[in-house]
């Protein structure tokens, strides 16, 4: 490939949109462009990479076993319906209607798809464990897309789907789980990424254990967090924290005390007021942040409103609510979602609600189905503010079993429940007896492995005949692996100040070869070097552009190619060219006669891919 | 490959939506799946003929010196107004809204993106031509998708694009035009396709001439025309017919007579009225069918309504709007675009006309733009009968001099001419004066070479700087190819009544090993085979299977793979396997030696495509 004939348009300056490296490198070296908000088009050297990855991608797959399939992107609304994952998505559903007016979907996600093709084909037992896969674009109406290829509309993605009788034993769901999540594991690991399982969030059809393959990186818009002991780690919305003592008991700090508190309704607001006002060194871990949830009884926005439910963490937490839908499906397993209640839905419930006031001691007073307290926030010896259940008002001295458990008001509300319902934070007690502690760090979700239980099969009436001839439900896995996070990820993790450095296995070419000048003996000497290289399997391009050296090596440590060769006229008395590692590893580079090229190029690079 | 573990759902049935052999058989050998009207699923016997097609591609474009990028599915909508595609396109356009309410296209064609991506970017006539090319699915909302993988509204397409200061010289658009049509031409032969390339309409911002790649079949939609004589082709939009003998001059066959013909509009109803009630043989070729068209002043479906035009073909012929455009424009180069006018329109101009019952005698009264007769029509001395400018009656003996031409009135029509305006038909004149006449036969359109002139790049506001620092418009080829239609055409040439034979560079594999039982002895030999031919580049399904002979074999015949290898007690003592063609051409196969079957698939077989 000539680079006069491609088309590489490298900037000399940063870009104004981007935010993080992966998207100021691809855009800088020509890699990719935008064309609408979370839209890019790929350019050469872009596709090239996305080939290579696309590739590993194809070999990892297919040696597991995995069979290629290739579903629409658009799908009629119809297929999303039995399942309830267009009313799950919402506004991420990109939605059209043809000229007749019938509705269509652009795939999010082809489990509904991939079902239907089954349907009516796998009728028996013995066709059971299947395992399919499919690479194509699928499209997300972001909010706000951002981070380059990390927040895309339009994302190419590996979906894969396994379909079995049952999620454990010989045949089941969790062989292919592990086989994908070994096959993802390679394929990351080709790609020169260094990556690790997390636990995912489960709930709406995603069964625990689900998990996430995540690349640990600054620039990553995920935060983790990993036990410094053992080998827990998990997504922030699903990670568990481990045991902390709790206890409603525990004498009054004070009596109570009503503060007027005007316009605060917010943590940091009233710690301010406190200490400005009142000459206290109120800090959020001394308050109780309360707050309403509204149940529904199915796992979609448009379910019918269920009940109340108060949640209760310290100031300075925040609500999991991943991990609050748990709880509060203890109390009642019928519950589907928890949203967070809305002044306008409190409104419509009940027009009693101080809203931004409320302590959990308003629970005397209304019957909530369940009041869940964090074990952090529920000390009963702890010194406490809370809201006043009055506008503009908090309380302090708040203790538990005064002011709220004991006595219990007949009409009160429904269970006072301890359980972990909050984010993890740094510093955390990690599950488990070890001692650890859980850890933050910030990363690239690229890949997801998520079990879906029988019932996405089963709402779309898709049954096997086991070996009675009764009809059985199907177990699904559903894995998907971001290929364009991928190439962000790399970038992100193989760089240096003067552009990227690719991995060998996934750069847009293997070879790079830098006339001084693109004439004579030196251009003879290139297209030489070209031919045999390209002989030998590598791909190669050639800077044949009537630019002076100093911007084609600019150009080519931006563009991260591994190898690059100079032919200049030092080398060419002594049939050399100057060899040169991107990755700075031969220095500045170091001359190699021009017959040993090819063989120092095999030694370095992985070998060329299988047909 | 082993068929258990892959989805292979053969049909015993053909089933009822098949209209045509290739639908037919791809889906009765499980190629692919119909998800919704004009959107199929591809299983994974299909995903890897369509992987095969796209890596023939992408060998010979890159050998042609093309780049590949991959422009977005979701194209703003703003990136399609300047060129006023959105508007050509209307209905078969896919649009949606985003959930911020900005409206998009799916990608029906990628130049406009191509250009953007160019824009800014390209700056300098030095960097010019540029060919790029992008293989990904184009979609289009198809009024009445059907026939298969000829009627997608989702289709897998290769585009091209490429970039010239000027049509022809070095590095004109003529030179990557020809290099583009040799491109797919060793594409389509490699693909075991016979095709030709026969000019295509022009209009709509595409120049003459433009090609199309045409695959022969009786199942293909497309008309296209073939003198028997030299080597003209052409699409029948695009079709001109060779000279024809005209005159206005002839005596009248008689007097103008009034005949009522109540409820006749059309020729047919005409002609049947004349035969019963007249005792006349009046056949569709004596008589003239007049047809107003609404000539608009741009060439999109919304531009201002400008003028009417007549145009008179012999009853047994269709105007051809294609050229019906071209000979308007010679009158009056303004117009962009003709339509049938609808009785609405018509009574929107004008509430005179006796819609259904006009003939040419109605341009006397009437300020046509312009009246243009086909050769055929513009007959002095022929016996027409034709309508009598009012509702329910038809006139015969017309005669163009007297009744229309001799004498001229002052408030007539504009001019009256005679043009090649209708549709080729079997057996007509070629053009030329070889005295070739035209054939019609049938064929799929795989390929499209369209010339755009500079108007795309201009409207779009893309420009070089020539190498006096001027300004310069640029000249832009858009070249496309059908993935899906290569391999329904490969099916319809290929098949028969057993089912598909595959041409080997495109089949889903290459080898088909069946034992008999796949058990004891057959079982080892069967999985040797497999690895071996694996090892030789070769690509295997084993079939595994615990189902009889009999149906084994009909699955292979049906899914086509070219060789197969049977496994059966009758040649392990010979240490041999049966060898059969799936093109009979080694009648029900020869017994070879295990050692010999590599050699014998090296012989056969196309060498595996190379990394």
């Known amino acids: 490939m000539k680079w006069s004939q491609t088309l590489i348009p490298t900037l000399r300056e940063d870009p104004a949109e981007a935010e993080i490296i992966s998207q100021r490198l691809l855009l800088r070296a020509g890699f990719m462009r935008r064309l609408g908000a979370g839209i890019y088009s790929y350019l050469p050297l872009g596709v090239r990479v996305l080939h290579r990855i696309i590739a590993i991608v194809r070999q990892e797959m297919n040696a597991s076993g995995a069979s290629e399939i290739l579903l629409p992107a658009l799908l009629p609304i119809g297929c ?9 998505w919402g506004e991420e559903l990109f939605t059209l209607a043809d000229r007749q007016g019938r509705r269509h979907a652009l795939s999010l996600a082809g489990d509904e798809a991939a079902i239907e093709l089954l349907a009516g084909h796998v009728v028996s037992y013995r066709q059971l464990p299947l395992l399919l896969y499919q690479i194509r674009s699928s499209f997300r109406d972001e909010l706000r897309p951002r981070l380059g290829l990390l927040g895309t509309r339009e994302s ?3 979906e894969a789907f396994s379909f079995h009788l049952a999620p454990d034993g010989p045949g089941g769901l969790d062989e292919a789980h592990d086989r994908v999540a070994r096959a993802y594991g390679r394929i990351v690991d080709r790609c020169g990424l260094d990556c690790m399982t997390v636990e995912a969030p489960s709930g709406a059809g995603v069964e625990a254990p689900s998990h996430e393959l995540i690349c640990l990186t600054p620039g990553g818009e995920d935060i983790i967090y990993q036990a410094d002991k053992g080998d827990y780690a998990a997504n922030v919305a699903a990670c568990a924290i481990g045991p902390r003592q709790h206890s409603f008991d525990g004498p009054p700090t004070g009596a109570l005390e009503r503060v007027h508190t005007p316009g ?21 871990q001394n308050m109780l942040k309360t707050l309403l949830y509204l149940a529904r009884s199915g796992p979609d926005k448009e379910a019918p409103k269920h009940a109340l ?4 963490v310290r100031g300075d937490h925040d609500v999991n609510e991943t991990k609050l839908l748990r709880a509060v499906r203890q109390v009642s397993a019928s ?33 909530f189905e369940a009041v869940l307290v964090d074990p952090d926030a529920a000390q009963g010896d702890w010194f406490w503010v809370t809201g006043a259940n009055e506008v503009d008002h908090h309380v302090r001295h708040f203790n538990w079993k005064r002011d709220l458990l004991d006595p219990v008001p007949a009409d009160a509300a429904g269970p006072v429940i301890v359980a972990d319902i909050r984010h993890a934070c740094d510093g955390d007690p990690a599950p488990g007896d070890d001692g650890g502690v859980l850890r933050a760090a910030r990363g690239i979700r690229l890949g997801e492995l998520s ?21 059985q439900g199907v177990v699904m896995g559903r894995f998907a692996l971001q290929i364009g996070r991928i190439m962000a990820a790399a970038v992100e993790m193989h760089h240096d100040e003067d552009g990227i450095v690719w991995p060998a296995a996934i750069a847009p070419c293997d070879v790079l070869i830098t006339p001084i000048k693109y004439e004579g003996p030196m251009r003879e000497v290139a297209d030489d070097l070209e031919r045999r290289l390209g002989e030998a399997g590598f791909e ?22 591994p190898i690059r060769l100079t032919v200049g006229p030092k080398g060419l008395a002594e049939e050399s060219v100057e060899f040169y590692r991107r990755d700075h590893s031969l220095g500045r580079g170091e001359l190699v006669r021009r017959e040993e090229v090819v063989a120092r190029c095999r ?6 891919a299988p047909p």
């Open 603 to 608: 030694a370095i690079l992985p070998a060329p």
């Open 540 to 561: 190669v391009l050639l800077d044949d552009r009537a630019e002076r050296p100093g911007p084609k090596f600019k150009d080519g440590d931006l563009i991260g190619i």
């Open 156 to 158: 190419i993605t590996q």
């Open 264 to 284: 605060c309704a917010s943590i940091e607001d009233v710690c301010a007021f406190f200490r400005q006002e009142l000459d206290s060194a109120l800090r959020p």
């Open 80 to 88: 999303l319906t039995p399942t309830g994952r267009a009313a799950e």
């Open 335 to 367: 519950i589907g979602r928890v949203e967070l209640a809305t002044e306008e839905m409190l409104e419509e419930w009940d027009d009693r609600f101080p809203v931004g006031f409320i302590g959990p001691h308003f629970a005397r007073s209304f019957p």
């Open 309 to 312: 439910v108060m949640a209760v």
């Open 451 to 471: 079990r879906l239980g029988p019932s996405r099969a089963e709402a779309m009436g898709f049954h096997v005949l086991d070996e009675h001839q009764q009809q």
